[in-house]
């Protein structure tokens, strides 16, 4: 688990996914914008919230307007990581008006999903109060993982892997192909990487047969509350331990209160909603 510090993202991370996510919406042209504005018109937007939420993507949803129009100019009143409440503007967007309108929806797409996800994840590291660390997964949208946990680290939340290079995990079907946790554990070992070892345990017996095998963290998969008390009372001193399957924002408190280190919560990232927020364009 690696506590990424929270600032900007590098514009290198998004820049090709922004031009890819506008020319699927271009197609060979905005047919209505092409029609009706004049190239010159120029317009001033500002995009608002419309629900209580959390920001994060601000950056990503100017590189869409600037990449239409590179003379844009962006002023941002609120940056990611804000809480805002109904009526924020968050920034403000001045430049060519058929470029506005041509980039409106990529932008918005992307502030929507990611300020989604830092909201939600906010909801999660709030019900922890400090008690537990909130945790992100891999279960990402494809391609735009990056993002996606830069919007849990918006919302409070520490991301835990970045991809499969980036932490041991030996889950239960690595456990099944390896013929146990003691080989699986073993043949990690002999690598001799410079990572924690860490073993999913989905029973109490599969605890102590992580512990035995010398896992240093142990991932409780949907152990119910009074398992995972007994599982950290026994992981204590020896291993870390992670809560992972069927965490819900309504549970939080019981979890946080069993003891254990870290609480995975897939949901951050494949259920959050997105948050209401507009664009509204006028001329100038």
Same mark, same amino acid.
Not at 73 to 102: F, H, M, S, Y
Not at 130 to 159: S, W
């Given at each position: 688990m690696?506590?990424?510090?929270?600032?900007?993202?590098?514009?290198?991370?998004?820049?090709?996914?922004?031009?890819r996510?506008?020319?699927?919406?271009?197609?060979?042209?905005?047919?209505?914008?092409?029609?009706?504005?004049?190239?010159?018109?120029?317009?001033?937007?500002?995009?608002?919230?419309?629900?209580?939420?959390?920001?994060?993507?601000?950056?990503?949803?100017?590189?869409?307007?600037?990449?239409?129009?590179?003379?844009?100019?962006?002023?941002?009143?609120?940056?990611?990581?804000?809480?805002?409440?109904?009526?924020?503007?968050?920034?403000e967007?001045?430049?060519?008006?058929?470029?506005?309108?041509?980039?409106?929806?990529?932008?918005?797409n992307?502030?929507?999903?990611? &300020? %989604?996800?830092?909201? #939600?994840? @906010?909801?999660?590291?709030? +019900? =922890?109060? $400090?008690?537990?660390? !909130?945790?992100?997964?891999?279960?990402?949208?494809?391609?735009?993982?990056?993002?996606?946990?830069?919007?849990?680290?918006?919302?409070?939340?520490?991301?835990?892997?970045?991809?499969?290079?980036?932490?041991?995990?030996?889950?239960?079907?690595?456990?099944?192909l390896?013929?146990?946790?003691?080989?699986?554990?073993?043949?990690?070992?002999?690598?001799?990487?410079?990572?924690?070892?860490?073993?999913?345990?989905?029973?109490?017996?599969?605890?102590?047969?992580?512990?035995?095998?010398?896992?240093?963290?142990?991932?409780?998969?949907?152990?119910?509350t009074?398992?995972?008390?007994?599982a950290?009372?026994?992981?204590?001193?020896?291993?870390?331990t992670?809560? &992972? %399957?069927?965490?819900? #924002?309504? @549970?939080?408190?019981?979890? +946080? =209160?069993? $003891?254990?280190?870290? !609480?995975?919560?897939?949901?951050?990232?494949?259920?959050?909603?997105?948050?209401?927020?507009?664009?509204?364009?006028?001329?100038?």
């Amino acid at each position: 688990m690696k506590a990424v510090p929270f600032e900007p993202l590098d514009p290198g991370l998004y820049r090709e996914l922004v031009r890819r996510a506008l020319a699927e919406d271009f197609g060979w042209g905005d047919v209505t914008t092409e029609t009706i504005i004049d190239r010159t018109q120029k317009a001033r937007g500002v995009i608002t919230v419309k629900s209580s939420c959390v920001l994060a993507g601000v950056d990503v949803a100017g590189e869409a307007f600037r990449q239409m129009d590179p003379a844009v100019q962006i002023t941002v009143n609120r940056p990611d990581g804000t809480r805002c409440e109904p009526g924020t503007e968050v920034a403000e967007v001045r430049g060519l008006a058929a470029a506005l309108l041509t980039a409106e929806r990529t932008a918005l797409n992307f502030l929507q999903r990611l &300020s %989604g996800i830092a909201t #939600l994840t @906010r909801q999660f590291v709030d +019900a =922890a109060g $400090g008690r537990i660390v !909130v945790l992100d997964t891999r279960k990402t949208t494809p391609i735009l993982r990056a993002l996606e946990k830069y919007a849990v680290r918006a919302g409070g939340g520490v991301n835990h892997r970045s991809g499969l290079d980036d932490g041991i995990l030996i889950k239960d079907n690595h456990i099944r192909l390896a013929g146990g946790v003691g080989n699986a554990v073993t043949r990690m070992r002999k690598t001799n990487r410079e990572m924690p070892t860490e073993v999913e345990a989905q029973s109490l017996a599969e605890v102590d047969e992580a512990l035995q095998a010398g896992a240093e963290i142990v991932l409780l998969d949907n152990l119910s509350t009074g398992d995972i008390i007994e599982a950290v009372k026994r992981c204590s001193g020896r291993a870390r331990t992670e809560i &992972s %399957g069927g965490v819900m #924002l309504q @549970r939080m408190g019981e979890l +946080a =209160a069993t $003891g254990a280190d870290y !609480v995975s919560v897939g949901a951050l990232t494949h259920s959050a909603p997105a948050a209401d927020i507009s664009f509204e364009i006028e001329p100038v």
